[in-house]
């Protein structure tokens, strides 16, 4: 077949694109632990995440999970954490760890080639690790450093307190760490944690690129033996509100405020959910939203204006945030209701909400692109109890959604006096 190349190629909007998710393989170690797979991709790398119950809603003691999480890797009854960052740099590899509400999470990538030198190492770190005292030192001399200076900042200090009058100060998506915390931490809390929730917890793997035929054999040799005993993951309510408009002066000369407007929402599991992620795209999601359009663009009040639903298991929230002059932080806000004023007064326009879902099925598409990001796809709908079903809901929900059903939603949920309004200077 000729190409004419007079003739220019058709536009086709992404909202007519016919969009799938690759299957993904499932199978079992010995010892039940649950293996997500995804083999695709055109070069010899692989990725594979250790998925444990060990978030900071396990722990007794604030930071006890984040902590025993990064020292995962800072020594093993084998190795110290030098050796153990030089085995790894050897063979090319990046390993990671991070703590998140409910899970913490190892992650290696890495040649495919490589992995059989690489898995028995992140063995010892489950099984292994012994977190030294001297490791645990500069951890928190590091830590409290960190945290001075953050505290410095308007937008860090706006972060934690919207999340603490959200979810309450001791729910584990609103506490929020200090100095006499981090000075509190104790090795035995560490290694206590650790056994029950590394050693002994309950554990998911997911594997994605280009993976070896022998993968079942090579993961259950390491793997399989662990104990995977079940952890009950604490389900924590949200504390009552009495007060919902908050102004916090952390600088006295501070030229800019920190603004967080937000209101609690249902989880993914709530019919509204991926319904109101279209509203929310229009109001303010990307870059040609309503909150950018009008407070970035026409007013000039903020280099970027931004909402979204928190991504988090048990409870979300939806939220703006901004940063914008001090002398502007009202006007700002005011502008915010504005929005979900026209929202809630009149349906949007066919042209406005097209470019809405071109937008949402091109981020679809997009995060689609490669075996680490399908995993990713897998991942989020595993974790939070969903099915396969949940990514075609999602794309059928952008494509047929109406403007009537959005002004809808808009009525029931972005109503100003549901939401906490917090600036801090």
Same mark, same amino acid.
């Given at each position: 077949m000729t190409i004419d190349r007079k003739q220019a190629p058709p536009i086709v909007d992404a909202v007519n694109f016919h969009l799938n998710l690759k299957p993904c393989q499932q199978f079992t170690l010995q010892n039940g632990v649950p293996v997500y797979a /995804?083999? $695709?991709?055109?070069? %010899?790398?692989? &990725? &594979?995440?250790? /998925?444990? +119950? $060990?978030?900071?809603?396990?722990? %007794?003691?604030n930071l006890v999970a984040a902590t025993t999480n990064f020292l995962l890797r800072n020594g093993t009854a084998k190795r110290?954490? +030098?050796q153990i960052n030089e085995h790894? %740099?050897?063979?090319?590899?990046?390993? @990671?760890?991070?703590?998140? =509400?409910?899970?913490?999470?190892?992650?290696l990538h890495c040649l495919t080639k490589h992995v059989a030198e690489l898995l028995p190492v992140v063995k010892e770190l489950i099984t292994e690790s012994t977190m030294p005292s001297e490791e645990l030192a500069i951890y928190q001399q590091n830590m409290k450093q960190r945290?001075?200076?953050? !505290?410095?900042?308007?937008? +860090?200090?706006?972060?934690?307190?919207?999340d603490a009058y959200l979810y309450g100060e001791k729910h584990p998506y609103g506490k929020y760490s200090?100095?006499?915390?981090?000075?509190?931490?104790?090795?035995?809390?560490?290694?206590? #944690?650790? =056994?029950?929730y590394y050693t002994q917890g309950k554990l998911i793997l997911f594997v994605a690129g280009k993976l070896p035929v022998n993968l079942e054999s090579?993961?259950?040799?390491?793997?399989?033996? !662990?104990? @995977? *005993?079940?952890?009950?993951?604490? *389900?924590?309510? !949200? *504390?009552p509100v009495t007060q919902k408009k908050f102004r916090i002066t952390n600088d006295p000369?501070? /030229?800019?405020?920190?603004?967080?407007? $937000?209101?609690?929402?249902?989880?993914?599991?709530?019919?509204? #959910?991926?319904? /109101? *992620?279209v509203l929310n795209a229009l109001f303010g999601g990307f870059f040609g939203s309503r909150l950018m359009s009008n407070i970035r663009e026409d007013k000039g009040y903020t280099y970027g204006i931004h909402s979204f639903l928190h991504n988090h298991i048990q409870h979300s929230s939806w939220m703006v945030s901004t940063e914008a002059g001090k002398d502007v932080c009202e006007a700002t806000i005011g502008e915010v209701y504005k929005e979900m004023k026209g929202l809630r007064d009149e349906p949007v326009?066919?042209? %406005?909400?097209?470019?809405?879902? =071109?937008? &949402?099925?091109?981020s679809i598409l997009g995060d689609l692109d490669g075996p680490f990001q399908i995993i990713g796809r897998w991942k989020n709908i595993v974790l939070h109890g969903l099915t396969e079903q949940y990514f075609y809901d999602s794309i059928r929900t952008i494509k047929t959604i109406s403007a009537e059903e959005l002004q809808a939603l808009a009525e029931k949920y972005l109503q100003p006096e549901e939401f906490f309004e917090l600036v801090v200077i």
């Open positions: /995804v083999d $695709a991709g055109a070069e %010899e790398v692989m &990725l &594979l995440e250790w /998925v444990f +119950f $060990a978030g900071n809603s396990q722990e %007794e003691q110290t954490a +030098f790894f %740099e050897y063979y090319g590899a990046y390993l @990671n760890r991070s703590c998140y =509400n409910e899970t913490a999470t190892i992650t945290l001075k200076v953050n !505290l410095k900042k308007s937008d +860090f200090v706006a972060g934690r307190l919207i200090s100095a006499e915390e981090f000075d509190a931490l104790e090795r035995d809390q560490l290694l206590h #944690f650790y =056994n029950q090579l993961l259950n040799q390491q793997f399989g033996d !662990l104990p @995977n *005993q079940a952890v009950e993951v604490k *389900q924590t309510a !949200l *504390q000369n501070g /030229v800019q405020g920190s603004i967080r407007i $937000a209101r609690s929402f249902p989880n993914r599991h709530h019919p509204d #959910f991926l319904k /109101v *992620q326009g066919e042209e %406005e909400l097209l470019l809405v879902r =071109n937008y &949402l099925m091109g």
